[in-house]
Nanobody
Framework: QVQLVESGGGLVQPGGSLRLSCAPS????????MAWYRQAPGKQRELVAV???????TYADSVKGRFTISRDNAKSTVYLQMNSLKPEDTAVYYC???????????????WGQGTQVTVSS
């Protein structure tokens, strides 16, 4: 069973930086769109950033100019570089990707288990 595995969360002071990573736990055939979502306590999960297989990116207004999403297609890995972090960025961050596990598989949406990001002094 393939899973998306995230890493890089933690506690950081306001103004600090963190880099999140996400990759499949096993071999896969192909990955299409990859994205990061986040969910703060008491709030709905929201889209943070998206990157297509061609490298086109889209960001939520709240993170534009501070966060950068990127991917390494050879490693099937997506990254989220988060700079100038604010307390309101505190949330569980989830990786999401459209994956074909095998050549004959259908595209399926996979989610990571989530990684906590806490911005506090």
């Amino acid at each position: 069973q393939v899973q998306l595995v995230e890493s890089g969360g933690g506690l950081v002071q306001p103004g600090g930086s963190l880099r999140l990573s996400c990759a499949p736990s096993g071999s896969i055939f192909s990955i299409n769109v990859m994205a990061w979502y986040r969910q703060a306590p008491g709030k709905q999960r929201e889209l943070v950033a998206v990157v297509t297989s061609a490298g086109s990116t889209t960001y939520a207004d709240s993170v534009k100019g501070r966060f950068t999403i990127s991917r390494d297609n050879a490693k099937s890995t997506v990254y989220l570089q988060m700079n100038s972090l604010k307390p309101e960025d505190t949330a569980v961050y989830y990786c999401n990707a459209d994956v074909r596990v095998r050549r004959w598989s259908a595209w399926e949406a996979y989610w990571g288990q989530g990684t906590q990001v806490t911005v506090s002094s």
